[in-house]
């Protein structure tokens, strides 16, 4: 039975900075929480925690895992709370022992089509931290090394389970001497003649082999003397239960197996690993095809070795695996020896491995989850698992895209995202992700977010992030617009522009209940308060003007055909409801949020919105050889055959674009056609008007 003393003796051999005073406080206090209980066997329950922890410093992992491994049962089996433990272990035990606890409550289903999602269960709690994996194994296999003590019926659930889930894993996460101990001890309870039978063969094979292989052993250890390599090598005999199955799947005998023992050699560099190959090779002939380099090419779970087997004397199959120590290390201990303490820096430089093992993992998990959901029709936590170009994991729920991934890296990524990189190859942005995707960002400096976005982002992250920067770019162009409709007002009445700085502009603000100047410019870009109203407070003593339109001044040569007078590039529309034309008399009226509509003057429908006359500006029209406007026209015509074809060839001939045509009869034989044309100007309006008027046939023609 271990003692807390034996526990932390085993601890300072690996660890002498270990934070022992810790762990002796979870011992006391797990002690002290199960003290009114016992295990079945009627020792007390202490005994439990504690081997489950000195297991897990056999793992030589860090003493906080061990901490959580006495502390493991203590919120599921007595009046302790999480709250009791975090105050005084702290937030990484605390999580620790939550996950286990919440784990352990996971029922496990034995059914074979079910292990899909055990293990989905399993690699949820594991996600966050493997060593609430680790833990849980070490109290599995406790519980197992003890399961005598229960009823033969717990007996057979509790192996079956290990079986089923456990020992396939430890396999999966590549703890090999844990999956070996988990088989042989679940065959033991569920086949114990059997276990036993074979056992005694093997002891027998032993015996019988034993000085033929200290015999192979002495003369590969001369040759390696005499090579300068140093190296150990060890047997290894091949598991009860790997044994029955290769029996049971093979249809062979004990007798035919070739690797009941096999050899390991463990060196320190790759090099000699291939030439302690050779060695063997030229010792004893080998068997092409078994020979295999799992160094150059590992296994999805980092195993790396390399194996032979060769004909030794007396005609012995005799099979070698040559690897060397941090190769071995990796192999007994798989994912675990990640979390080791000391050998942590060894294996960081094989990060990148470790991730794309874990990325496996997560593929081998997701798959199983989309043949559960298909089987099933199960709701399953929606997440995907994606990494980052260096392996870093992030998670999203399903249906992310990599816009969602973009913003999710940094506001400015996801701002600045023109396109996707996934697994390599370039994606649309609007792809949906998989997990175990490796996803690289593409930007550009010039790029800004849509508002198409935001039809294909699931996250609440990236969806605020778009919503703001659209928010943002609407504010920013209605400062611009106010700026420049505010300094336009202040020159028509003369003022010097640097009355916006001044007290009096201050008194304004603070008249209107506005804050800063930029939200002033805000509130009358977006048309809530005029320029006018703004700069009539600014100059008391004179009486409002009347708000009227500026004659057209055909001077600039910009590409706009509408210029709001003092401002450029100011975003407008040309009003549907009046189809000005350059050459029209017209008025702007800003439109919340949208800029200026241009509207003809006595258009009706202006009239209406001129109540609001603080929204009105004066915009002129500007000469553009090339530049159009849309015009309605609707016309009149006796209904006969050829007309409409004969309206659309002298509209042609005079060079101007139709860009819609409308035509309806008439009870009383008329035509009602209506036109959209391009139109230049004025007087282009004026002659088109002119020759259609002329036409047979046309009876009226209005705009
Ligand atoms: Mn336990």
Known sequence: MVTIEQLIEKILSYNPKANIERIRRAYVFSREAHCAQKRVEGSPYIHHPLSVAFILAEMHLDSATIAAGLLHDTIEDTDMSLNDIKDMFGSEIVFLVEAVTK??????????????????????????????????FADRLHNMRTIGFLSEERQEKIANETLEIYAPLANRLGINWLKIEFEDLCFKVLMPELFKELQGKVAKYI????????????????????????????????????????????????????????????????PHCYEI???????????????????????S?????LHTTVVGPSGYQMEFQIRTHEMDLIAEEGIAAHWRYKEKDMLDSKNARYVAWLRDLIKEISDA????????????????????????????????????????IHTEVGNKCIGAKVNGRIVPLRQKLNSGDVIEIITSASQTPSKDWLKYVVTQRAKSKIKQWIRNEERKQSISLGTSLIEEEI??????????????????????????????????????????????????EKHEEEITPKPIKPTSSQRSIIKIKGIDNVLYHIGKCCFPV???????????????????LGCANLERLALNSERLVDVEWIEDGDATAPVKLSIEAMDKPGILANLSALISAANINITYVRANSTSDKRAIIDLILDIKNKKQLFNIQNKIAQMQGILNIRR
Do not use: C
């Open 103 to 136: 784990l352990s409550k996971v029922e496990f289903k034995t059914k074979e089509d079910a292990q899909a999602e055990n293990f989905r269960k399993m690699f949820l709690a594991m996600s966050k931290d493997v060593r609430v994996i680790l833990i849980k």
């Open 301 to 305: 779970n980092m195993y790396e070795s």
């Open 582 to 600: 350059p050459g029209d008399d017209v008025i702007g009226f800003i439109t919340k949020g949208k800029g200026v509509t241009i509207h003809r």
């Open 491 to 540: 020159r028509r009445h003369s003022l010097p522009l640097s009355i916006i700085k001044s007290k009096k502009m201050a008194e304004v603000l603070k008249s209107f209940g506005i804050q800063s100047l930029e939200d002033l410019y805000v509130l009358v870009g977006f048309g809530k308060l005029s320029a006018h109203q703004v700069v009539n407070r600014l100059m008391p």
């Open 277 to 299: 190959l050779s060695i063997i090779h030229s010792l004893w002939p080998h068997i092409p095809g078994r020979f295999k380099d799992f160094i150059s090419l590992p296994k």
């Open 369 to 408: 989850k989309e043949f559960l959901e298909a089987v099933k029709g199960e709701v399953i936590p929606e997440t995907v698992y994606v990494f980052t170009p260096k392996g870093d994991i992030k998670e999203l729920p399903v249906g992310s895209t990599s816009i969602d991934y973009a913003y999710s």
């Open 207 to 270: 015996e019988v082999h034993e000085k033929y292989f200290e015999e192979v052993k002495e003369s590969i250890y001369t040759r390696l003397l005499a090579s300068g390599i140093e190296a150990k090598i060890k047997s290894r005999i091949k598991n009860i239960y790997s044994i029955y199955n290769k029996i049971l799947k093979q249809k062979i005998t004990f007798e035919q197996i070739y690797d009941v023992i096999g050899f390991r050699i463990i060196t320190d560099t790759i």
